[in-house]
């Protein structure tokens, strides 16, 4: 009698589900690879994102799964007050010894207890002088500084609370010598420092169903948006809840849904714009409220002087949509006040891929910015300022040699920070 032949099996695989092998340093603790592992099966199901750069053309990629395991991880950050046991992408500068962790200047505070830079483009970083590390674990999740003892920018001193640096490689990541090098002088030694290689085990037949998911729901798989499918019936087979935490629970699943608006995908909108609404579920629609009118009809925008307005045109309606100067400076400043981002870098933006919303509350933004490299990153916000950060987007484009004082105006840099 002839035994039935097995499926093969993915090399370095010992089961079809999706496996994570930790390398280097060992895990502080075994919650610590089921915390992440979970992030990492559900990211690894997301395919590339394809963009095309709004300044020079060209056309790039990037990769969702290391987006979507950020923005998790960001998720439980944000929905925590940043007093969490994990925190994703620190950015560090790498001119001192040891490292320094970056933290927020959003809104000009100064905070010896305030959060970590959310930016990858923190103020006062210097090319070639900054590494972003996939994860840092740090020893005491009530002491939001995430580095090792030492200074902050500013001067303070502060304890040693980096538990470990961990470094996540989905199949076809490569972990480089000088990334290795750095990881490890930022953690404090081989020992903090830790990969978790995250391998796809499962049989072609599974990762089918990821590929039809992501064709139906995902429009980012054509890097041009005039050929992105918007389906207005949302799939039968929902999509796995996102495994995220909080100091409550969260009411009802959340899902990531993917769609996508910025400075030139806003063109590439107006004939779809309205499918591509109705496509997303009844909770997301609502923060889309305020600006679905400009997302989906031909209009022009306009710098009302007289009145220290900005307003947008409806070209079919007549409908006008207006903003004053100080509603602006407000938008600005709460946008500020989670992202952590910069009239320079928002001048950068050209893409702002919507990913999903936590427990009514946090939406998932993945903000792409034109540098001299292309660099994405996730922003967990309230939901509510989805509108706001759209607005700006398109207005810093169309307007920003007026928009500049105005924004930047001592009334934009006023306040407390997240």
């Not at 560090?92 to 320094?100: A, I, K, L, Q």
Request: hydrophobic residues 40%; contains cysteine.
């Amino acid at each position: 009698m002839v035994s039935p032949r097995l499926p093969e099996l993915p090399q370095g695989c010992t089961t079809t589900s999706i496996e994570g092998t930790v390398k280097e340093a060992p895990l502080p603790s075994p919650g610590n690879k089921k915390y992440l592992m979970e992030k990492a099966e559900f990211a690894i199901k997301f395919p590339k994102l394809g963009i095309r750069g709004s300044k020079s053309g060209d056309e790039y990629s990037i990769e969702l799964k290391q987006i979507v395991m950020s923005g998790l991880i960001r998720a439980d950050e944000y929905r925590f007050g940043f007093n969490w046991d994990y925190k994703a992408e620190v950015s560090f500068d790498m001119r001192f010894e040891p490292p320094r962790p970056f933290l927020s200047s959003s809104l000009g505070a100064q905070d010896p207890g305030r959060r970590h830079s959310l930016t990858p483009f923190p103020k006062g970083f210097l090319g070639g002088k900054l590494r972003r590390p996939d994860i840092t674990i740090v020893k005491d999740k009530n002491v939001r500084w995430p580095g090792q003892a030492g200074s902050d920018h500013q001067g303070v001193v502060h304890p040693d609370n980096l538990e470990r640096i961990v470094e996540v490689k989905f199949p076809g990541d490569t972990l480089y010598a000088d990334q290795r090098r750095d990881y490890i002088e930022i953690s404090g030694g081989p020992k903090k420092f830790s990969v978790l290689e995250v391998t796809d085990c499962r049989d072609n037949g599974e990762r089918e169903k990821d590929r039809e998911y992501n064709a139906q729901t995902n429009p980012t798989l054509a890097s041009d948006p005039r050929k992105w499918p918007f389906p207005v019936e949302r799939p039968k087979e929902a999509p796995t809840p996102v495994p995220v935490y909080g100091p409550a629970p969260t009411a009802k699943p959340a899902y990531l849904e993917a769609w996508t608006l910025a400075q030139e995908v806003v063109e590439g909108l107006r004939e779809d714009g309205k499918n591509a609404i109705e496509a997303l579920s009844q909770e997301v629609r609502q923060y889309f409220e305020d600006v679905s009118a400009w997302l989906t009809q031909k209009g022009e925008w306009i710098r009302q002087e007289a009145g220290k307005a900005w307003e947008w045109v409806s070209e079919s309606t007549g409908e006008v949509m207006r903003w004053t100067d100080e509603q602006v400076r407000e938008m600005w400043k709460e946008v500020q006040k989670y992202t952590d981002l910069s009239l320079e870098v928002l001048k950068e933006i050209t893409w702002v891929q919507w990913l999903g919303g936590i427990a009514a509350t946090v939406a998932l933004v993945v903000i792409v910015v034109n540098a001299p490299t292309v660099v994405a990153f996730v922003a967990a916000i309230p939901a509510s300022l989805i509108f706001a950060l759209a607005s700006l987007v398109r207005m810093v484009h169309l307007f920003w040699p007026k928009l500049v004082p105005i924004l930047s105006a001592p009334a934009a840099l006023a306040g407390a920070n997240a």
